[in-house]
């Protein structure tokens, strides 16, 4: 979605802000603009629609040169992808670029208008801007000192940061409803939406909070809270590696990340394994036992492939813990009556910690009367790890493809092992913790010979690329993954693909087979492989087009293809069999040609309800 990178200097900043909001691009955007504040206190701005290449194009040969600028990549809601609507938006002498949705815009721009302001966009970015200048206008007084009385008449989501032509050492930036970080830099400082964009020119950031007004200039920072007392905020360093965000040999980062697997979930483990017997989370240290022991029910939300993470979950939470568990999609949870269980946990998931329904989910969860909160997430000073009473990290390493792979088996790795870890407060003896260590010591090994199969896989992707639709079965534990193949397929690859349970085929799709409906089956070798066999069975007799990815040979009818993976222990399997299908949806998208780390109309982080 929307991207803000903004720079106070005492350098030309405009290299630096091309190639930050570059940095941005896996986001999701449709324009991108950037405007300077010149030697002559005047702005100059340049926008275009299309790739941050585009207005690179535009910049060149015009000498651009500004210490003080803000840039943008725009993800379109209010108005038509088209230049007059990209950020920075300027009203007079005071720019501005913003993330978020005005909810009362037009009401606001009615106003303006009836004031005398022409708009030249359809955005509700150009009404704040608008807005700005009348009220300074209107009362003769500063920016910082107009900003309260401005903001208390936007509703909805607007973090922004505003330059002033008059004014030009400063930028002030509000955090309200979706992220900021300032960066901190030697003589210089900077603002973006997401440290990525920043990593090139530091690593020491400061997560504004919710309601936070920054004034940032080159040496000095003040924050005020949103209570507008002066606020202290924390310098994180950020421990982000360089390396995740170079492609290296690969030719897109969703392949990178599929193959860095192995390695990201050593790093999940890292720390956490002592003796190889127990699970240690440094993130909940001592308070482990005081915020589990009670706990009688969990309640798990997410979106998209988190969701699928937390389907899982529920099947561990129910068969090694006993502990009854409702998994549920973040915006269905925010949009209905609900009743609290006794005693019940809230756990939320997240990759990016700023999906909006998730955060939404998570405020609406602290109004219930659960017994506390915990979310997973891959981001340390994400929104909801600041906003929850407890987290704990993934620790996948940026992940810039926007179909989400090490982020989903790093979010089971960390699922498992806080199972393991509930079982054991509970039931105060640690066998299937001792049991869960030994076994995710091996995960990492299990994947990286699951990796070696995927020549067969690509053969596989050669016959099913120019199918329209496509059937992913699962059973128990296997069901989301085969809803997550099935979304990884949709998504990166545009083939109509759904999921379904493999024991209700029969109560309808079965219907469906034919010849031109290739089936996936993941079928690991357990007590339900039978069952399975006898669904395969069924969609034989109807002619139907099967490929199954299994750990035992499953040959029985001509018109299957089965690929035989290697052996995997039954408690990793969902973790371990997502892998062929990330990989076939890769290859499948591959051979399209499709533009795989940005799918089309998607976003990395969805952080509009
Ligand atoms: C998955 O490939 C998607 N990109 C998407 O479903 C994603 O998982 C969802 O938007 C949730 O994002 P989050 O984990 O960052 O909250």
Redo the contacts with the bound molecule.
């Keep these: 979605m929307c991207g803000i990178v903004a720079a106070v200097t005492q350098r030309n900043i405009i290299n630096f802000l091309l190639h930050s909001i570059q940095r941005l691009e896996y986001r999701g955007y449709d324009s991108s603009g950037l405007a300077l504040i010149d030697q002559n206190n005047k702005f100059v701005r340049v926008r275009s629609i299309g790739k941050v290449n585009q207005l690179i194009k535009k910049t060149k040969n015009k000498k651009l040169f500004g210490k003080i600028g803000l840039a943008h990549t725009r993800w379109a809601t209010h108005g038509k992808v088209s230049e007059e609507n990209a950020h920075p938006h300027v009203s007079s002498h005071i720019s501005i670029v913003h993330n978020g949705v005005i909810e009362n815009s037009f009401k606001i721009k009615s106003f303006l208008k009836e004031q005398g302001y022409i708009f030249y966009s359809d955005t509700d970015t150009e009404v704040i801007v608008h807005l700005l200048h009348w009220e300074q206008k209107k009362t003769g007084k500063s920016l910082l000192e107009i900003m309260n009385h401005s903001l208390t008449q936007l509703k909805g989501n607007y973090s922004m940061v505003v330059m002033d032509s008059n004014n030009s050492s400063k930028l002030i930036a509000v955090c309200s409803g979706s992220p900021l970080i300032i960066g901190l830099g030697i003589g210089e400082n900077f603002i973006a939406s997401d440290q990525i964009a920043l990593l090139s020119v530091t690593k020491n950031f400061i997560y504004l909070k919710e309601g936070d007004i920054a004034i940032v200039q080159s040496e000095k920072i003040k924050i005020f809270n949103k209570n507008r007392s002066i606020a202290q905020r924390k310098i994180i360093t950020s421990d982000v590696q360089y390396e995740y965000i170079k492609k290296g040999k690969y030719k897109y980062y969703m392949e990178k990340e599929i193959y860095e697997q192995p390695k990201s979930i050593r790093n999940t483990l890292k720390n956490r394994l002592k003796n190889n017997e127990t699970i240690y989370f440094s993130e909940l240290g001592i308070k482990e036992k005081n915020i589990f022991s009670h706990l009688e029910h969990i309640h798990m939300v997410?979106?998209?492939?988190?969701?699928?993470a937390a389907m899982v979950a529920k099947h561990w939470f129910e068969s090694l813990a006993n502990i009854p568990c409702d998994v549920e999609v973040?915006s269905e949870f925010s949009s209905r009556k609900l009743a609290v269980r006794k005693k019940s946990f809230f756990v939320t998931?997240?990759?990016?910690?700023?999906?909006a329904?998730?955060l939404t989910a998570l405020r609406i969860s602290k109004k219930l009367g659960y017994l506390g909160n915990l979310t997973i997430?891959?981001?340390k000073g994400s929104s909801?790890v600041q906003e929850s009473d407890n987290y704990l990290l993934t620790k996948a390493g940026v992940e810039i493809?926007?179909?989400?792979?090490k982020?989903?088996t790093t979010?089971l790795t960390v699922l498992l092992m806080l199972v393991a870890k509930i079982v054991s407060i509970k039931k105060k003896e640690n066998n299937i913790e001792k049991k869960i260590v030994k076994i995710l010591t091996i995960l990492p090994r299990r994947i990286e010979e699951i990796l070696k199969k995927n020549k067969q896989i690509q053969d596989i992707a050669k016959k099913l690329h120019n199918k329209k639709h496509m059937l992913f079965l699962g059973r128990s534990d296997q069901y989301p993954i085969a809803m997550?193949g099935a979304?990884?397929l949709k998504?990166?690859a545009y083939i109509h693909a759904e999921a379904y349970l493999s024991g209700e085929l029969k109560h309808g799709p079965l219907a469906l087979i034919d010849k031109d409906i290739p089936i996936i089956i993941t079928a690991p070798k357990n007590s339900l492989l039978e069952k399975t066999k006898k669904t395969i069975q069924e969609i034989c007799a109807r002619g139907g087009l099967i490929y199954v990815f299994s750990n035992e040979e499953i040959n029985l009818e001509t018109n299957i293809t089965s690929l035989k993976v290697p052996y995997v222990e039954e408690i990793i399997a969902p973790i371990f069999y997502t892998i062929p299908l990330q990989l076939l949806a890769y290859y499948i998208a591959l051979i399209k040609g499709t533009n795989i780390d940005q799918p089309r109309n998607?976003?990395?982080?969805?952080t509009v309800e």
Excluded: P, R, W
């Design positions: 997410a979106c998209g492939t988190s969701y699928h973040a998931l997240s990759q990016s910690g700023e999906t329904d998730t997430c891959n981001m909801l493809g926007v179909a989400s792979t982020s989903f979010q997550e979304l990884k998504e990166i998607l976003a990395k982080s969805v």
